[in-house]
Structures are given as C-alpha cells and as structure tokens.
C-alpha cells in the first residue's frame, strides 16, 4: 500500500462532503444577511436625509412665526425687472407690503430694492399702494433701502417712502421714459424680401420695424413718451417735494451713485437694512414677508432646471437662458 492511500481514504469518509456542503451554505447565507443588512443602512439613511431636507426647507417658516411674535422690524425685497408674472411684480411686492404693514409687531417697514427698473403700471401700482398703507398705518414708519442700483421703474417706487438710505456706490436716479426698436427697411430691401401688411385703421402697422418711419407717428410716439415721463417726474416730486434740488439734470435719465444721490435730493441718507432696522426703527430684529414660492412650485422648478442641465451636457452642450 503506498503512502498516499490512507491520506485518500481519510478524505474520502462518508459525511465530509456534506459537512462542507453545510458550511458554503452557512457562510453564503451570513453575506446575504450582510448584504441585507447594508442596503437597509442605505434606505434608513436615505430616508433620513430626505427628512431632515424637508425639515429645514420648514424650518424658516416657522422662525419666521417666532420672530413676528416680538417686536420685529419687516422688509419686503424688490429685486430684478418690474413687471407682471415676475418676481417683482405689483401683485407679489404688494401682498408683501400688506402683511409686513398689518402685523401687530412690526415696528417698521423696509422695502429692499435692487432692481433697474420696469413697467411704468406696475411701478405706479406699488407706488399708490405705499401711499395708501402709509396713511392707513401713520405710526409705523416706511423706509427704502438700495442695494446695487435702483433706477426707473425702482425709484418710481422708492419716492413715496418716507426716507430713502444707499450705499455710497448704489446706482440710483434714471428718471426717464424709453421704447426701443430696430428697423430692418435696408436689409429686406438688400435681400429682395417683399413686406405684406394687412391692417384695418390708418396707423395700426405704426412702428413696423420692416417699413420706414413715418414723421407724424414719430412725433405721436415722443408724446407718449413725453406723457409718461411727466407722471414720473411728478410723482417723484409728489414724494421727495423740498428734498429735491434744482438741477436741470434731475430728470434727464441720467444715473449716479448714493453719495451724487444725496446731494440731490434723491436720497437722505448712506444705509443699509440692518442699519436702518437698528438705528432709525429700534428693531434690530428683520422679518423677511418678501411672498416666497410654493415649496412644491419651487421644487418642480428646480427639478426641471436640474433635469435639463444634464439634457444639455448629454447632448453636448449646457442649456441657457439670458
């Protein structure tokens, strides 16, 4: 017998293969619970994370409950282009005022703006409703804050303030009425492109970019023009009265910074929010009732801009709006 043959028979007793059977089936089973047990730390964790984003998506919303339980000082923000269905449109500023007015412990009203300017309609829209919460609400005072710039449309909100603070770099003033156009008479001319126009009423196709001007609807365009800026000018005048000084370029259109602004007339003081908030109301505390998008609303909103950042780099180039 030779000397391998024990060593074979030992391993070939009856009942090995199976105990090795069992321990494969053992140890398989301890990595699936492993396993298992690693994917429901993922899911546990996941969840937690997407709860604790909701909770401070909430959070603010109910600071903002506490805070407006004491003396507060409010603030609403125009920010970006005067005009419907944007941020800064006379309905949004408007509820915003509204609220940040009727609450019982405001002290004061800031209104924050940094914007160049807009819709004439919709700046007068603000402008009237300043007036008519300043007289309903005579004890609490009402205060314009520029940031970077407020021009046109901006300071025809900000005149109906009682004061009005900038930085010393703020751009501020435009006080001025604009309409712009192109025209492309030579071109279609130079392309051999025929212009058909089909209007009911002598002047409806006025101002067509692709047919010449015309010096009668030139002339009625300025007085538009002219009509408006008048408004303007005597709202800001209505607003700032003695404030203002006598200078040919008022409202020329022109812009200049805080510091040109104070001397004339068109703002009081160098000031930020926090400043006004804590040296001129007394209420160092700043309640924010600037309308905020519906947490759904905003979500969708940037799922979608999300969504299609990454279309436009699969497609090989990033997607913009300007």
């Known amino acids: 017998m030779s000397e391998d043959e ?30 298992a047990r690693r994917w429901g730390i993922f899911f546990k964790f996941l969840m937690f994370a997407y709860l604790v984003a909701i909770l401070l998506l909430y959070l603010p919303s109910v600071e ?63 402008n009237d409703e300043i ?16 940031s970077d710039i407020c021009a046109s449309g901006g300071y025809y909100v900000a005149s109906a303030a009682d004061k009005i603070y900038a930085d010393k770099a703020s751009i501020v003033g435009s006080i001025g009425v604009r309409m712009d156009s192109f025209g492309f008479v030579k071109a279609i001319d130079k392309l051999g492109i025929e212009r058909r126009l089909l209007t009911a009423g002598e002047h409806k196709g006025f101002l067509d970019p692709f047919l010449p001007l015309k010096p009668d609807e030139v002339e009625q365009v ?11 000018i005597e709202t800001v005048k209505k607003g700032r009265g003695d404030r203002l000084k006598d200078d040919p370029l008022l409202f020329s259109g022109y812009v200049w910074t805080g510091e040109e602004a104070i001397d004339l007339g068109l703002v009081d003081e160098l000031g ?15 309640v924010d009732y600037t ?6 609303e905003k979500f ?23």
């Open 291 to 296: 309308p905020q998008e519906d947490l759904l």
């Open 272 to 286: 930020s929010a926090d400043y006004v908030a804590r040296e001129v109301i007394g209420a160092e505390t700043i």
């Open 222 to 232: 300025h007085k538009l023009l002219e009509d408006i800026h008048q408004q303007f």
């Open 64 to 126: 903002t409950e506490l805070e407006t339980g004491k003396k507060h000082t409010a603030m609403v923000e125009l920010k970006g282009i005067i005009a419907p269905e944007k941020e800064a449109s006379a309905d949004n500023i408007i509820d915003g005022l509204r609220d940040a007015f009727e609450a019982d412990n405001s002290a004061g009203v800031i209104l924050r703006i940094n914007s160049p300017g807009g819709s004439p309609v919709q700046a007068g829209y603000i």
């Open 6 to 35: 024990p060593t074979k028979k030992k391993s070939e007793q009856p009942g090995e293969w199976e105990r090795d059977m069992i321990r494969r089936l053992a140890f398989q089973a301890v990595n699936e619970q492993r396993r």
């Open 131 to 146: 007036r008519r919460l300043r007289k309903k609400y005579p004890d609490k005072p009402f205060y314009v804050v520029i």
């Open 300 to 322: 969708s909103k940037r799922l979608g801009t999300a969504l299609g950042h990454e279309v436009g780099k699969v497609l090989g180039g990033e997607l913009q709006l300007r």
